[in-house]
Antibody, heavy 119, light 110 residues
Framework: EVQLVESGGGLVQPGGSLRLSCAAS????????MHWVRQAPGKGLVWVSR????????SYADSVKGRFTISRDNAKNTLYLQMNSLRAEDTAVYYC????????????WGQGTTVTVSS | QSVLTQPPSVSAAPGQKVTISCSGS????????VSWYQQLPGTAPKLLIY???RRPSGIPDRFSGSKSATSATLGITGLQTGDEADYYC???????????FGTGTKVTVL
């Protein structure tokens, strides 16, 4: 079964750091671009970041550029999101998602992990 | 703020049809494929439509997508109570080099 499972969310103080993980299974992880998408409570989907299949190319939303770092370990079939200098507005459910081969749609999603930034 | 604009809500009776619009620009919808996602309450998003009008395996043909210039449309026919959800369009923006989602539309079955 194709599956993505996020972990690492939790409560963190403003200015703190957190690393999210996304464990992939059931497909050849190293062949796919991967994304992080977040959703603040009661709000819509917001794209956060994308990484290519080898990890050599990344993209970020302006709101997280310079604070968040996406990376991957293809040997461990795992995607990461290192989040530094966290702000209250980063509070959200964070989803990892697989990008389809040959087009930028996201066809497999994890269940999400919740990040709360509060003092 | 999102660069893709959707109506906040649409509604119809069971069995009827609804359409959801998604308005963008030449740098996103105008030059890239559009996808549509369904998010049922309390769950992760699910891909409904890719490449403007193609359905992944398992998505019923009651769901359809189309694109014209810088706008896209999702259609749902034979509306069912299980279709009550939030729907989002999405595409790559070539100028910004980011993926963009629409503002989201809540579908209510009356």
């Amino acid at each position: 079964e194709v599956q993505l499972v996020e972990s690492g969310g939790g409560l963190v103080q403003p200015g703190g750091s957190l690393r999210l993980s996304c464990a992939a299974s059931g497909f050849t992880f190293s062949s796919y671009r991967m994304h992080w998408v977040r959703q603040a409570p009661g709000k819509g989907l917001v794209w956060v970041s994308r990484i290519n299949s080898t990890g050599s190319s990344t993209s970020y939303a302006d709101s997280v550029k310079g604070r968040f770092t996406i990376s991957r370990d293809n040997a461990k079939n795992t995607l990461y999101l290192q989040m530094n200098s966290l702000r209250a507005e980063d509070t959200a459910v964070y989803y990892c998602a697989r990008e389809r081969l040959y087009d930028p749609s996201m066809d497999v999603w994890g269940q999400g992990t919740t990040v709360t930034v509060s003092s | 703020q999102s660069v893709l604009t959707q109506p906040p809500s649409v509604s119809a009776a069971p069995g009827q049809k609804v359409t959801i619009s998604c308005s963008g620009s030449s740098s996103n919808i105008g030059n890239n494929y559009v996808s549509w996602y369904q998010q049922l309450p309390g769950t992760a998003p699910k891909l409904l439509i890719y490449d403007n009008n193609r359905r992944p395996s398992g998505i019923p043909d009651r769901f359809s997508g189309s694109k014209s210039a810088t706008s896209a449309t999702l259609g749902i026919t034979g509306l069912q109570t299980g279709d009550e959800a939030d729907y989002y369009c999405g595409t790559w923006d070539s100028s910004l080099s980011v993926y963009v989602f629409g503002t989201g539309t809540k579908v209510t079955v009356l």
